[in-house]
Nanobody
């Protein structure tokens, strides 16, 4: 059974940094495309970053501030977030597609506020 478990969210001041982690089990992780999404209250879920092996892609709203990376020895994908803004406040979810089925973590809340 595929499971994704996120951690690392919290409250941070504008301009601060956080690193989110998502540990995956039940798949051959090194072959999985991994995604980070976020969802703010009243808004649709938004794709933030994608990592497929050496290829990465970012939403325009986070380019230059967020970095997605992975450690295949730990079955873990990370989202390093810097220069955080209040508009980055959201629940963040990691996601992967495996055998034609989407899997999601439980989400971790990131709040950027003074």
């Amino acid at each position: 059974q595929v499971q994704l478990v996120e951690s690392g969210g919290g409250l941070v001041q504008p301009g601060g940094s956080l690193r989110l982690s998502c540990t995956v089990s039940g798949t051959i992780f090194e072959f999985q495309t991994m995604n980070w999404y976020r969802q703010a209250p009243g808004k649709q879920r938004e794709l933030v970053a994608t990592n497929t092996g050496g290829f990465t892609k970012y939403a325009d709203s986070v380019k230059g501030r967020f970095t997605i990376s992975r450690d295949n020895t730990k079955n873990t994908v990370y989202l390093q977030m810097s220069s955080l803004k209040p508009e980055d406040t959201a629940a963040y979810f990691c996601n992967t597609l495996y055998l034609r089925q989407n899997y999601w973590g439980q989400g971790t809340q990131v709040t950027v506020s003074t």
